[in-house]
């Protein structure tokens, strides 16, 4: 013990290096097992490490912990289908955020009982007593706040995204206002707080952030909320790096930092990609709940679209020189991830050049779609990102559709009056033939009618994901009905 106590720092920093090697593997799918290893390791060091370092722990208290969290994790990873993993990872967040809330709030506490004992016993006790510095009070200012603003926000993002009834949108003229002046008194309690050290004003500006972390994100549209759930890892990383400072622990400030920072330059990568601000996405109300203003009811529902079968759609793909197949939510909601490797394995079979094209905002999390064909075995070669594989669409003989819409939606190259107008799209629409299925004709997430499911060249096949996809199999395959 004594000796891990004398290398600390050490193993601290022989933890962040292995960290900065985990964010280095995930950048790629080939060494994001790697990488993954590393983070593991990484964590193990930084537990054990504290664990030692610790002044009088309560150790049952920390142990039970752990084992709780390691039960909860375990069973949680093991039954979680890929449908709910959005929801999943908002719901993580969260915790961070909480936990940031509570250390301040021990941190606090703790220091406000050692005031109230006599330095002079505290000191004949072993125990080095100073009074909260300005400092130390604005590192638990912000890590509280960033910690409860995080805590909320994640846990509406949770309900959002797992269709919770009580995670409703709000909307109309006194939602800004409203925000205005929930962020507004929370700073300046927060800044009381800082200034005096008033305890008051530490639980009025905590709640404050608790109630705008909702308000904040309940307007955000569905479509919007793949950004939310990047910004929010972005916030539980700084909420962390603030608990870091509050408790001199350099290992956690490195972590939390290295978080916050790549998460927000993914939010940044993934706002670029909707042609969007992060200042709009999270304001601006934009992308989410009801169907675009573009066309009026009655002709939405009289505009005409060619359906087909599992049957036609293999026919055509069988006898086509290269299929490409875009996947979105749709393929999640169906399970049908391993159907779709099934059908790309027996056209490769038939001659047929296959490969998948990804759009940054594609599913409900960033790199969901990713998550899926990885889950599913497909070859890394055979991912494309959207700026790799637009340029291929016109000589595309086929494209597939699986439940994806705003990302092929034309619109957003042609209608300047559409939400979504401007926004990068995967270029679908360009291929010789499009199929796409889906469920039915309902707008898609960001409640927008998509221009491509009209197109005389596109065939709509209705069902489900993985059923039709295993028809088009058999079709192929000559064992269909």
Known sequence: MEMIREYADWFYLIGAVLFILTLRGLSGP??????????????????????FVADNPVVWMIVG??????VVGIARARTVPMTQMPETVALMHSLVGLAAVLIAIAAII???????????????????????SRVHLFELFVGCFVGAITFTASVFAYGKLAAKKWAKTISGAWVKPVQAIIFIAMLVFGFMFFSTGNMTAFWAMTALALVFGWVWIAPVGGGDMPVVVSLLNSFSGWAAAGIGFTLENNMLIVAGSLVGSSG????????KAMNRS?????????????????????EQVQRNHRSGSADDAGFLMSNADSVVIVPGYGMAQGRAQNAVKELANILKEQGVTVRFAIHPVAGRMPGH?????????????????????????PATDVVLVIGAND??????????TSPIYGMPILEAHKARTIMVIKRSMATGYAGLDNDLFYNDKTMMIFGDAKKVVEDMTKAINGTGH
């Open 407 to 416: 990302v092929v939606n034309p619109a957003a190259k042609d209608d300047p």
């Open 369 to 393: 779609m990713n998550v899926l064909l990885a889950e599913a075995d497909v070859p890394y070669e055979d991912i494309l990102e959207m700026d790799e594989i637009n340029s291929d669409f």
């Open 65 to 70: 912990a752990m084992v709780a969290g390691a």
């Open 30 to 51: 080939k060494t994001a097992i790697q990488g993954n290893r590393y983070g593991m390791i990484a964590m193990a060091i930084a537990v054990l490490t504290t664990f």
């Open 278 to 298: 992060i200042i709009n996405v999270l304001f601006g109300g934009a992308m989410g709940g009801t169907a675009a203003p573009t066309a009026g009811a009655g």
């Open 110 to 132: 703790h220091n406000n009982k050692l005031i109230e004992l006599d330095p002079d016993l505290l000191a004949a006790n072993g125990v080095n007593f100073h009074e909260m």
């Open 264 to 271: 927000a330059i993914l939010s940044y990568i993934m706002c």
